[in-house]
């Protein structure tokens, strides 16, 4: 099961257990870590983008994208679409995989919370204030940010790093994101990890669950794709 496909696919899984567990630990009822807060919530993405990559990587996929905007961007930068379906279809499945692992893992718990909201905020995010615009802007400027240090962190302009190195240095850039940038729409800043989890929430029998908002959902889908796309052409534009 080494391949690209299995290594994207079980890399976002990975990514979406560890990130959608630490916020479902922090918003459920009767969870021991609830209440710990955004910094909590921050540095368990950050931590979940890192083991991410590592099993990306030992998966089959080298590259470890385990994001359709950041494939999109190097797909612009290379001028190669050639693993552009193969890899949306392997993130956005691993992203739905690893919130099915979740909400098992959680299982108790849902009934216990009586927030329909909270339950959504494992899954998937939504701003802090709901203005589509806004909102648009704020993923599109973190998916930017995110695949410009991305670039930068594996450029030879920096001397070369180690291979243990760069899946760590790219969970603080992620962490930096959140803590800096994340407070206005929760930095999906990735299509998958917003749309297989939303997609989970709507299928499975999470009791007193709500809505999915569905409304809001083309924008942590749509703005980071066009985010993706504007830092591809800035990349090959400079490379």
Known sequence: MLSPFWGEFFGTMVLIILGTGVVAGVL???SKAQ???WIVITTG???AVTLGIFTAKAFGSPDAHL???VTLAFAIKSGSFANVPVFFAAQFAGAFAGAIVTWLH???HWGETKNPGLKLAVFSTDPAI???IANSISEIIGTLVLIVGVYAIFS????GISAGIGPLLVGILVWAIGLSMGGTTGYAINPARDLGPRLAHALLPIPGKGSSDWRYAWIPVVAPLVGGAVAGVVLRLVS
Do not use: C, I, Q, T
């Open 156 to 159: 030879r302009g920096v001397g």
């Open 28 to 30: 459920l009822e009767k």
């Open 45 to 47: 993405w950050a931590f």
């Open 106 to 108: 959680y299982l108790p």
């Open 130 to 132: 709901r203005h589509p």
């Open 67 to 69: 994001n359709p905007a």
């Open 35 to 37: 209440n710990a807060g």
